[in-house]
């Protein structure tokens, strides 16, 4: 038993530097899953590049198609076309928050209003509404729709008071 304790013990230490051993030790099959594992990092990077542009493409779309919209409406109220209804013009109410309760209205109004904002609650019906901004302007409200949404809350949304 020992003899064959002390030949286990030098085969090993004779062929752990031989190719043979290597070669069984796994060395090649980590190089070829490094490889595979680049292959598909590069393949991830090039699909994460495409969906970022066709992700601006929606976005300049969309924004094209929003700019327009105003446009419309801009033109129809300055022309003084009665059809162009109340998003030509009126209040455009940039809503933070909608409570069916006012003491939670209020109580995020302060909040809000702590950030510098000029909140009002606005009701309708038989919610209340926390306004952080208030605008007769579509294109204003959209803009300030912007700034509280990276601010307050990506929630954030226009009523428009008819």
């Not at 013990?9 to 530097?17: D, K, V, W, Y």
């Not at 970022?52 to 198609?65: I, R």
């Not at 309708?124 to 300030?144: M, Q």
Request: proline share 1%; net charge neutral; with cysteine.
């Amino acid at each position: 038993m020992k003899n064959m304790l002390f030949l286990v013990l030098i085969s090993t230490i004779a062929f752990s530097g031989c190719k043979f051993m290597k070669e069984r030790s796994g060395k090649k099959g980590s190089d070829t899953l490094e490889a595979y594992v680049y292959n598909l990092e590069q393949k991830l990077a090039a699909q994460e590049q495409e969906h970022q542009v066709t992700l601006d493409q929606l976005k300049k779309e969309s924004q094209a198609m929003i700019d327009s919209i105003i446009y419309i409406y801009e033109n129809r109220a300055a022309s003084g076309d009665r059809n162009s209804g109340t998003a030509a013009s009126g209040s455009f109410y940039v809503i933070v928050g909608s409570f069916k309760t006012p003491a939670y209205a209020s109580n995020w109004s302060t909040k809000v209003a702590e950030m510098g904002y000029q909140t009002e609650i606005v009701k309708v019906s038989h919610w209340n509404l926390v306004s952080a901004e208030t605008s007769s302007n579509l294109r204003t409200a959209l803009d300030e729709l912007a700034t509280v949404r990276s601010d307050v809350t990506v929630n954030a949304w226009v009523y428009v008071a008819r």
